[in-house]
């Protein structure tokens, strides 16, 4: 299995479970592996051939403008399954974080990884 990856990837989002991060955007990070084969995109040098990582970074961007989540978890699964079922990915690593959110540390978030690794 080959990874096409996206590493820190800001988006805009309401996500959290108080009423402020309801109410609030928030800048999450988000860094993706992408599990796909790109042995057909090696050799016909086609951008067709292959997961195209600003087409994903552009659609993510826009879905999560456009939701709520509670929590991180649920917007790690709602990207997973955008990736396995939208853009054909076999497995995926997703890891979310938010910024700042508690005093003396930096980052904190969620690792999942789903489908199928071969
Ligand atoms: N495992 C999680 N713990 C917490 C989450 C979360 O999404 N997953 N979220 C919060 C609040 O929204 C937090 O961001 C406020 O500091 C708390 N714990």
Excluded: C
């Excluded at 399954?81 to 540390?105: C, H, N, P, Q, Y």
């Amino acid at each position: 299995m080959d990874i096409i990856f996206i590493d820190a990837l800001r988006a805009s989002t309401l996500i959290g479970i108080y009423p402020r991060e309801k109410a609030m955007p928030q800048t999450i990070e988000i860094s993706l592996q992408i599990g796909t084969s790109t042995a057909s995109a090696g050799a016909s040098d086609d951008i067709g051939d292959t997961i195209d990582y600003a087409t994903v970074a552009e659609r993510l961007r826009s879905e999560l403008a456009a939701r709520h989540f509670n929590l991180l978890e649920r917007l790690a699964e709602y990207v997973a399954t955008l990736l396995l079922e939208d853009f054909g990915a076999t497995w995926v690593r997703v890891s979310i974080a938010k910024l700042g959110m508690m005093s003396g540390v930096q980052r904190v978030g969620v690792v999942i990884e789903r489908g199928a690794a071969s």
